[in-house]
C-alpha cells in the first residue's frame, strides 16, 4: 500500500480581531508544495524547526477541518481521500499521534479503544480477551493498570499521553501512522518504550510510518528508511538516517539561513 502527498498546500484560516472590526479572517499559506510517498512498512522521519508546519501537515493529512488544502492531493493507494472526514480516514486505515493530545474525561480508555476497534477494523474482540490485550499492551508501555480508571489522557503527565498515543497505535494498528513528536516530553524510559511500541507496529503490521520529531535521539532507536527536513512549509533535504544526525549537528538554524539565500 502507498500513502502519498502530492504538491500540498496548505493553508489555516487565522483569524484577527482588532479594535474596530470584528473578526477578520485571512488564509495563511503554512504548507508550500510537499510531495513524499510512504509505503507500507517504510518508517520516514520528518524533521524541521519549530513553526516550520509539522503539526499543520500532519493534522491536515488527518482532515482537521481548520486545515485547508489549497492544491494537490493526499492519496491512500492512488485515491484522493482529501473530500472525506477524519473518521472517514481513520476507518481507511489512517491514524495520527497527536502532538498534543486532548484529554476526555469521562470516557476511560478501554471503552473508547473498543468502541473505535468496532467502527474501523474488523469489529471489536470479547470484552476479556481485549482487557487481557490490552493490560499486556500496557505493561509493556510501562503504563500502570490503574490508567484504566481514568479519562483519556485525563490528568495524565505530557510523557505519559504520549505512552497513552502510542497504546493506541499498538491496539489499532494502522495501515499509515502520523506521528507528531512521539518523543516529546518523554523521560529517558518513555523515549524507550515510545520507540519499542513503534518498532513493533511496524514489525508486526507493516505499517507506514511519518514520524515528526525535532530530535535525532528518537531515530537511534526507531531507525528511519528516509529523513525529511522541513523549513516553512517546503521539503529542503531528504536522505537517509545519516541526515538526522548532520541535521542536529550543524543546527536549524544553518537550513533557515539557506533557505532564505536561495530566495
Ligand atoms: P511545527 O509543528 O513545525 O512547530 P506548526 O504546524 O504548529 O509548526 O505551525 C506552523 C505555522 O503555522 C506557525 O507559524 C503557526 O503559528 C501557524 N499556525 C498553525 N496553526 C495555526 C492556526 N490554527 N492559526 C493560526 N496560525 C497557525
Ligand atoms: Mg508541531
Do not use: W
Not at 213 to 228: A, G, M, S, W
Amino acid at each position: 500500500m502507498k500513502f502519498e502527498m502530492k504538491d500540498l498546500h496548505v493553508a489555516v484560516n487565522a483569524e484577527q480581531s482588532s479594535a474596530n472590526t470584528a473578526v477578520q479572517r485571512e488564509r495563511k499559506e503554512i504548507i508550500s508544495g510537499i510531495s513524499l510517498t510512504i509505503n507500507s512498512g517504510e518508517v520516514h522521519a520528518l524533521m524541521g524547526p519549530n513553526g516550520s508546519g509539522k503539526s499543520t501537515l500532519s493534522l491536515a493529512l488527518m482532515g482537521h477541518p481548520k486545515y485547508k488544502i489549497t492544491h494537490g492531493d493526499i492519496l491512500l493507494n492512488g485515491k484522493s481521500i482529501i473530500n472525506l472526514p477524519a473518521n472517514e480516514r481513520a476507518k481507511l486505515g489512517v491514524f495520527l499521534g497527536f502532538q498534543y493530545p486532548q484529554e476526555v474525561e469521562g470516557v476511560g480508555i478501554s471503552n473508547f479503544l473498543r468502541t473505535v476497534l468496532a467502527r474501523t477494523n474488523d469489529g471489536a474482540p470479547a470484552v476479556k480477551e481485549f482487557h487481557k490485550q490490552l493490560k499486556e499492551k500496557m505493561s509493556q508501555l510501562g503504563m500502570p493498570e490503574e490508567f484504566l480508571k481514568r479519562g483519556l489522557n485525563h490528568g495524565f503527565s505530557g510523557g505519559e499521553k504520549k505512552r497513552s498515543e502510542i497504546l493506541q497505535l499498538e491496539v489499532l494498528k494502522p495501515k499509515f501512522a502520523i506521528l507528531d513528536e512521539p518523543d516529546s516530553g518523554t523521560d529517558v524510559d518513555g523515549l524507550k518504550s515510545v520507540a519499542a511500541g513503534i518498532k513493533e507496529t511496524v514489525a508486526e503490521n507493516k505499517t507506514g510510518v511519518l514520524l515528526i520529531t525535532h530530535y535525532n535521539r528518537i531515530l537511534e532507536h526507531v531507525k528511519p528508511d528516509f529523513v525529511h527536513i522541513i523549513v516553512d512549509g517546503k521539503i529542503v533535504n531528504s536522505g537517509g538516517a545519516e541526515l538526522a544526525r548532520e541535521t542536529e549537528k550543524s543546527g536549524y538554524d544553518s537550513l533557515k539561513v539557506a533557505e532564505a539565500a536561495a530566495q
